[in-house]
């Protein structure tokens, strides 16, 4: 039987999200499609895949890509679909640990492609939050104040997610340095 859960993650707490993934296949509920904020599950074995997500460097239509992804499905894994850039995958517990990540090195640069996609995104909303809070200061009001309000939340949500990408860079940095 099929299950669809609608679901919001934030893009910086992808582990929560792969963690919620690992939780639904212990229960016997594995993931076998994905959209926005959209799970479809199907129900199988107890515990039968592990799961991983990674932002790819592409969109997973380009070549660079489709070759990633069949370099993985050659090691065991299964890619099960994207949104957008993120990519799905899951493995078979039986057949070993599942890590996307060799080394510190890789997920440093995932962090980073992580970190970057936010600073886009808060770019995008840089111009309208500074006119709601000129607006706020000058106590003037306009005709797209709402959406100034909303964009003003939404950059200083964005500025809190690249605080924690940038936190987890620093610590895997650390972790370099002591370790070599």
Not at 35 to 48: A, D, H, L, N, W
Not at 109 to 117: E, G, M, T
Not at 148 to 173: D, E, P, Y
Request: hydrophobic letters at 45%; charged letters at 25%; a positive charge.
């Amino acid at each position: 039987m099929r299950y669809t859960v609608h679901k919001w993650f934030w893009v910086w707490d992808f582990e929560k999200e792969e963690n919620w993934l690992n939780e639904m296949s212990v229960k016997g509920l594995q993931l076998v499609a994905v959209g926005f904020c959209k799970y479809v599950f199907e129900e199988t074995i107890e515990g039968e895949y592990a799961y991983k997500l990674e932002l790819l460097e592409n969109v997973p239509s380009n070549a660079e890509s489709i070759s990633y992804i069949s370099f993985l499905e050659e090691t065991g894994v299964e890619y099960i679909g994207s949104l957008m850039r993120w990519a799905y995958f899951r493995k078979k517990v039986a057949y070993g640990d599942f890590e996307i990540y060799s080394d510190i090195d890789s997920k440093i640069k995932h962090y980073k492609r992580i970190r970057f996609l936010i600073l886009a995104v808060t770019s995008m909303n840089v111009v309208p939050a500074f006119s709601y809070l000129y607006n706020y200061i000058e106590k003037r009001h306009s005709v797209n104040f709402d959406f100034k309000i909303f964009s003003f939340l939404i950059t200083l949500l964005l500025g809190f997610g690249i605080l924690k990408v940038s936190k987890k860079i620093s610590k895997l940095k650390k972790e370099k340095a002591i370790r070599e």
